[in-house]
């Protein structure tokens, strides 16, 4: 990725040109629709040589291309048709499907299957369904698509094009899920928005307060237009709202797109004459790279780019008309489109070029999570932020702490609860995690109570499982190989996708249950009531220290750069400040049996975001085993069947496993945050059965997804190490 830039906005710091891509590259055009559906971006139809037929798709997480295999109902190539994004369906409306002659058709395509699907929806009870037009405005907001002007042929025949601009409203009601119920024409107050086609339209609606709002901008009428109008969804009444600053110049085939409160204006045709007059036809006119946005809460214009802005050295989109652009998050996609600049029109060239734009600085990163540690690593992940260009992972090293002899890691008061449950002839185990890092058993056996310490760094990555189709599964071949001290989380839901083993999380039974990891979350059960127990210290001494910067969401860390976060100055680094050069600073290894506090910052094109809450990890203590791995879970009717595969690092002989179940108690009501747990088993096999009897106790917990909580551990001579944390998802219950 590229590095923040200075400052947000649309000035050429912002801007990025995707330089390369793979995949079969979408032909450029104009009159395209598109829309986006998560990160993947929907291009249809549009116009060069001939009408495209074709839908093509642009991931924007993988830069790939990709023409999905369309199945169906395919609609024939429109230019300049309705185009709107509900979910993961797309509805395509009118166009014009050859020279002279428009379509009114209406078109669904599940984007889950590609699935064409052309729908036939009820004539308004009131008029006429709309007659065949291009160049009009579809707008969706909740189950309503509005349709608004555009351009009909009045002429029986196509070759003989006599134009209408139209200025009628129309609703369209949508089905759930799929298929619509029919037009309606509203009744409207106020005076309707002269007709016109090449227009835009956007809906916005504030957080808190206001009805949703319809704005219609600029378009053509025979001459190029720059008004604003406004309607009120619902009272349906339509109005002209008073704007502050400078109204953009009178334009057609620009774009316009909501991120947040404000209504990014891009392009378009404007008349060549600098007063931009619109009283009578434009004479000359040209396309435009001019960029703009209205404050929706203020009705405020703000130029960002100017008309005769020079960008010689090509750090802008270039000036062009038809495009397409659309958003996803806060970051504005720009896509082809024509030039036109003062040529005729079969000497104008189709722009090849996809541009974007961060308009916001990206949100905070989950908290940085534990896949495994080692006596002097940690290898770490953090769920993904959207549309960002990296991450700036930073750390904050305690002093070491020499593990006392015989007592690995005890650097703090101990911690000792006796469970109250069970028999005397069982084992019931409570864990109290303390300060984040030192776990404390205490066995109750018979009569006789024993203290026993062990170390447990608390286990971080989850695995989770999501009921999602294929082609929203995206396994991190990252994580394949780091099970060792990982959380996995299984469901009881059965599950259609076929699974990628990416995290040795695979589950066998019955319902063919199956997971995959394709999001992250930390554990939040440590406590932090007790901040006595934690070494005070003064917040001038604190100090984060970058581990670097990372193109993805996941780091191996064994070393840390010295240069500390205070002499970097981040306010000056967050405004925009360049990122040090790591190859001049001195690294700092990690030392064994120590506690590092760790938060994570993603980076865009306007600069680096807040960071996430901090996590804090402690590496291994030599001698200790590893956590067990490849967890797996077979479900039978009256019981569960828990097995694991040995520690990758055993250090020695493994002498006994134990396993833990998340149960009720009392205390958990009043410290939701710290789990208590039953141990159910204790040998050397690598398996063991879980009971109903003993489920029906267990604690459901809903830090994230409703799930019950295992934890598995290894012994070995020095004693117990880390557990693998296992959630097993529930549900909606």
Not at 144 to 149: A, E, P, S, V
Not at 703 to 724: C, D, H, L, M, Q
Request: aromatic share 10%.
């Amino acid at each position: 990725g590229a590095a923040p830039s200075r400052g947000c906005g649309g000035g050429a710091a912002g801007w990025r040109r995707v330089s390369s891509f793979t995949g079969r590259y979408r032909a450029p055009a104009t009159g395209t629709a598109r829309s986006a559906i998560r990160e993947l971006l929907i291009i249809f139809g549009g116009g060069n040589e001939g009408i495209a037929d074709e839908l093509h798709v642009y991931n924007t997480v993988t830069n790939q291309w990709f023409l999905p295999a369309v199945r169906g109902d395919i609609p024939p190539g429109c230019a300049a048709h309705g185009f709107v994004c509900d979910g993961t369906r797309i509805l395509v409306f009118g166009g014009m499907v050859e020279y002279g002659r428009y379509s009114n058709d209406l078109y669904e395509l599940q984007a889950s299957r590609w699935l064409w699907k052309k729908v036939k929806p009820q004539a308004p009870s009131n008029g006429s369904p709309p007659c065949p037009r291009l160049g009009h405005s579809f707008s969706l907001y909740g189950n309503k698509c509005y349709l608004f002007g555009g351009l009909a042929n009045e002429s029986e025949d196509s070759n003989n094009n006599v134009p209408r601009y139209l200025n009628d409203f129309y609703e369209l009601e949508l089905q759930h899920g799929s298929g619509v119920v029919g037009w309606s024409i509203p009744v409207t107050k106020g005076i309707l928005p002269s007709p016109r086609e090449s227009h835009t339209a956007i809906v916005y609606c504030r957080k808190d307060v206001g009805s949703p709002k319809m704005y219609i901008f600029g378009g053509m009428c025979g001459c190029r237009l720059n008004d604003l109008w406004e309607l009120d969804i619902e009272t349906m009444t339509w109005s002209r709202p008073e704007t502050k600053g400078t109204v953009p110049l009178p334009r057609s085939l620009h774009t316009a797109n909501v991120i947040g409160n404000k209504m990014y204006v891009f392009g378009g045709w404007v008349p060549q004459s600098a007063g931009g007059e619109i009283s009578a036809p434009d004479g000359e006119w040209k396309c435009t790279g001019s960029f703009s946005y209205l404050n929706l809460d203020t009705t405020e214009w703000i130029g960002l780019i100017s008309d005769c802005q020079e960008d010689k050295s090509n750090l802008l989109p270039g000036p062009r008309a038809g495009h397409c652009a659309v958003a996803v998050g806060t970051r504005l996609y720009i896509w082809s489109g024509r030039d036109g600049y003062r040529k005729a029109w079969n000497n104008q060239v189709c722009c090849k070029d996809l541009w974007y734009l961060d308009t916001e600085r990206p949100l905070a990163p989950s908290q940085v999570q534990l896949i495994r540690a080692t006596t002097n690593s940690f290898q770490l992940k953090w769920d993904e932020v959207p549309t960002v260009e990296g991450y700036l992972l930073q750390l904050h090293a305690d002093s070491p702490v020499p593990p006392v002899a015989g007592i690995p890691g005890t650097g703090l008061p101990e911690t000792s609860v006796l469970s109250s449950q069970g028999s005397s002839n069982h084992h019931n185990i409570k864990f109290c995690i303390t300060d984040g890092n030192l776990l404390f058993f205490t066995c109750k056996v018979a009569a006789l109570n024993i203290k026993v310490h062990n170390h447990c760094l608390p286990s971080a990555n989850v695995g989770e499982l999501h009921d999602l189709d294929k082609q929203t599964v995206n396994p991190d071949a990252s994580v394949s190989s780091t099970v060792s001290s990982t959380q996995t989380m299984v469901t009881q839901q059965a599950v259609k996708t076929e699974s990628s083993s990416t995290n040795g999380a695979v589950v066998k039974d019955e319902t063919s249950l199956t997971t995959f990891n394709s999001k992250s979350e930390g554990l939040k059960c440590v406590s932090h009531t007790r901040p006595a127990q934690r070494p005070v210290v003064k917040s001038r001494e604190r100090r984060w220290y970058d581990v670097g910067i990372f193109k993805n969401n996941s780091a191996v860390v064994s070393q840390f750069y010295l240069l500390p976060e205070e002499t970097l100055n981040i306010n000056s680094k967050v405004e925009g400040a360049d990122v040090p050069d790591y190859r001049l600073l001195k690294k700092q290894d990690l030392f064994p049996g120590t506690v590092y506090r760790f938060r994570v910052a993603a980076i865009n094109g306007c600069g680096i975001g807040p960071f996430s809450k901090i996590s804090e990890f402690k590496t291994c203590i030599p001698g200790f085993p590893g956590a067990p791995s490849t967890v797996k879970i077979t479900k039978s009717v009256d019981c569960i069947h828990l097995s694991w595969e040995p520690p990758a690092s055993p250090s020695g002989n493994i002498l006994e496993y134990s396993a833990y179940l998340a149960i009720r108690s009392t205390q958990l009501q009043e410290n939701p945050s710290q789990l208590v747990f039953m141990r159910i088993y204790c040998g050397l096999k690598t398996s063991c059965m879980v009971t109903a009897a003993q489920l029906s106790n267990a604690h459901v917990d809903y830090t994230s997804r409703p799930a019950i909580v295992f934890r598995i551990s290894a012994k070995n001579e020095r004693g117990y190490g880390p557990a693998t944390q296992v959630r097993w998802l529930q549900g909606k219950k």
